[in-house]
């Protein structure tokens, strides 16, 4: 049973950090890219950024690019966005996913992804 377990969300103000952790069961990831998605209320979920299974490249929405860094520990089996000037329409819920397909690039595509965490709230206060 493969396991998704999303952490770090929380409140913060405009222009604060947070740091979320996925932490991964069941898969060993390393052969697998992931990818942070978020979906804020009455909206679709959309992409934010992914990385490659090797974690030479990464991928980033234009509405987070320079902001947000997303990394992996494969040795924890673990993949991190941080998250750096937070703005209030960065407020959503933060899903982590594993693409469904072995030694893949960083996409964007939700499609292209088929096991996802429970996702964490990440609000933004002006």
């Known amino acids: 049973q493969v396991q998704l377990v999303e952490s770090g969300g929380g409140l913060v103000q405009a222009g604060g950090s947070l740091r979320l952790s996925c932490a991964a069961s069941?898969?060993?990831?390393?052969?697998?890219?992931m990818g942070w998605f978020r979906q804020a209320p009455g909206k679709e979920r959309e992409f934010v950024t992914s990385?490659?299974?090797?974690?030479?490249?990464?991928y980033y929405a234009d509405s987070v690019e320079g902001r947000f860094t997303i990394s992996r520990d494969n040795a924890k089996n673990t993949v991190y966005l941080q998250m750096n000037s937070l703005r209030p329409e960065d407020t959503a819920v933060y899903y982590c996913?594993?693409?469904?397909?072995?030694?893949?690039?960083?996409?964007?595509?939700?499609?292209?992804?088929?096991?996802w965490g429970q996702g964490t709230q990440v609000t933004v206060s002006s």
């Open positions: 990385i490659s299974w090797s974690g030479g490249s990464t």
């Open positions: 996913a594993s693409h469904r397909e072995i030694f893949q690039s960083a996409t964007a595509n939700v499609r292209d992804y088929d096991y």
């Open positions: 069941g898969r060993t990831i390393r052969r697998y890219a």
